[in-house]
């Protein structure tokens, strides 16, 4: 028993001592170890956007390509930037709240308590943002364009389009 009990150990010691795999070690040779210091600068314009999104007075313009493929344009005024439909204010994933361990958030739904690993973006919605929009327009009708198939823009400045001709550029391409 003591020598099950000493193989165990050591097979525990051994697992700690566990190197990094050679590709890694390699790549990090090769590109060198990331900077310690930041700009955050990314994380500073996700917040300038959040900060501008947040305005209940801002009109956002989605234009339109409907039907697809022609030259027909719709815009439409929306009441603030247009929601993806798979962002949600409950979580996606939980458990009640009293039979989750571990570190977990606590998430109150209709009145019970949610346990989820899943973390409220800072608008307090869950979900992550897809190609699928939803708006309300300054009248109050309710616009939905789907993910595939009708390619839309969302803007606050306003655009013109004009009916477009694309030509394939036979002397750039026999340059290449």
């Not at 990314?42 to 313009?61: C, T």
């Not at 929601?83 to 739904?109: D, H, K, M, Q």
Request: aromatic fraction near 10%.
């Amino acid at each position: 028993m003591r020598i099950v009990i000493a193989c165990f150990l050591a097979l525990i010691a051994l697992v700690g001592c566990a190197s990094v795999q050679s590709t890694v070690q390699q790549r990090q040779e090769a590109i060198g170890q990331p900077a310690a210091t930041s700009n955050f600068a990314e994380a500073k314009q996700i917040q300038d956007i959040e900060q501008w999104k947040d305005d209940p007075g801002k009109i956002v313009l989605l234009y339109i390509n409907f039907p697809p493929g022609s030259d027909n344009v719709v815009t439409v005024q929306c009441r603030g930037v247009p929601a993806s439909s798979t962002e949600s204010l409950e979580p996606n994933e939980g458990t009640p709240y009293g039979s989750f361990e571990g570190g977990a958030w606590r998430v109150p739904i209709d009145g019970v308590d949610t346990a989820t690993r899943e973390m409220a973006g800072r608008d307090g919605t869950f979900g992550d943002p897809v190609h699928f929009r939803q708006c309300l327009t300054v009248d109050g009708t309710y616009i939905d364009i789907p993910a595939y198939g009708v390619p839309y823009l969302v803007s606050s400045a306003p655009y013109t389009f004009k009916p477009t001709t694309v030509k394939r550029d036979f002397e750039a391409e026999a340059r290449l």
